[in-house]
């Protein structure tokens, strides 16, 4: 079950919503401290991120150690562009 399934958030059709705001720099550290599903493990190894669900914990940004996530205007967002390890 992956984590938006566990918290609910599901499309009428049963998947986790479309998001436009994806990363795959590493292993998904970002998802295991969502306490609200807006980050979602994918199978691929990348994580997906709906920021309309993000409850602003920071959790996300605490954990990631590649500065890809920040707060915008309350909720978290993925950075644009490649990632610099
Ligand atoms: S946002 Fe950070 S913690 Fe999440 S997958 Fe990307 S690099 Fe890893
Ligand atoms: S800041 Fe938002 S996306 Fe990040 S862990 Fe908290 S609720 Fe989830």
Redesign the pocket.
Known sequence: MSIGAASGQLDEDGTFPVAEQT?S??E???AEPCPSGAIQANPDGS?SLISEFCGGCGG?IA??G?G??SMDGGVAR?ADGPVAR
Do not use: K, S, T
């Open positions: 990363c720099a590493c998904g550290l970002c994580v996300c954990v990631c590649f890809r996530i993925f």
